[in-house]
């Protein structure tokens, strides 16, 4: 609980442009603190005291697994975890987009429905690039889903630009909330429960920020400190955030 006026905390600013994120349990404002993720907060009426502790328990990892028994045994799980998440009341779509982790939920959900599946992806009217609406066209043919697409420009962003910014909270440095908001808002005319895969790729450590937090831990911040002048000289942003991010000390 926070007394006063809110006050702007000037290193929290300067992490958020460095990450385009505020990690918990860190906020852009002093004296107000995030719970960190797999941890619970408890406040005792009693004492009037709070208490933050994990509720993740340690889990045993077996390693003697051969490379394709692994491969086998994530996909029997892959499986399971999505046909788990099929039993409900109400019919159940998925967001579907250009990638595999999207098409790889969409296939086992199709698998064990009876009927196809109603599949939805966003794409822009002026950015072909950026377009994803080809790739999952051809998914969705490939998995014979009932397939939709939304369309929106660049007009569409401005309309509910403060809208996502309320429902966000937070300042965070992603596009992709607005043209999720109008996914969403679209899907809800048919649905109320859709398959998404957003987070496919955490438990594989797919995506290269990951693959950095191994260095971070096997090298010294000040090492990543020294390569701040290079990633700069190189004027490429992904370069230049690897370096401010690695420099930072890990004192979780």
């Given amino acids: 609980h926070y007394k006063g006026k809110l006050k702007i905390d000037q290193e929290n600013i300067a992490e958020l442009l460095k990450l385009r994120y505020n990690p918990s349990p860190d906020t852009i404002f002093q004296g107000i603190l995030k719970v960190r ?5 408890e406040y005792d009426l009693e004492k009037s005291s709070i208490d933050v502790y994990s509720y993740i328990n340690p889990v ?7 490379f394709s028994k692994a491969v086998d045994k994530y996909g029997q799980l892959f499986e399971d975890a999505v046909k788990r998440q099929l039993m409900s009341d ?8 250009g990638g595999i982790d999207s098409a790889l939920v969409t296939y086992f959900a199709q698998k064990h429905s009876s009927d196809r599946i109603k599949t939805y992806t966003v794409g ?3 950015n072909e690039y950026a377009n994803e609406i080809d790739d999952a066209q051809r998914s969705a043919e490939f998995l014979k889903t009932d397939h939709n697409n939304v369309i929106i420009s660049a ?7 403060e809208e996502t910014c309320r429902i966000v909270e937070e300042p965070l440095g992603t596009t992709s909330i607005l043209p999720m908001y109008y996914l969403n808002e679209a899907v809800s005319k048919d649905l109320k429960v859709v398959l998404t895969g957003q987070g496919a790729d955490e438990p594989l450590g797919g995506y290269t920020r990951y693959k950095g937090e191994i260095l971070a831990d096997k090298f010294p911040s000040f ?14 942003e992904r370069w230049i955030r690897a370096a401010q991010s690695l420099s930072i000390k890990n004192d979780v």
């Fill in 37 to 41: 993720p797999g941890h619970i907060l």
């Fill in 124 to 126: 822009f009217e002026e």
């Fill in 155 to 161: 007009n569409n962003f401005k309309k509910i630009f």
């Fill in 223 to 236: 090492m990543f400190q020294l390569m701040k002048p290079i990633a700069n000289y190189s004027k490429k």
């Fill in 60 to 66: 045993a990892i077996v390693k003697n697994y051969s």
């Fill in 90 to 97: 109400v019919e159940v779509g998925a967001l579907l987009s």
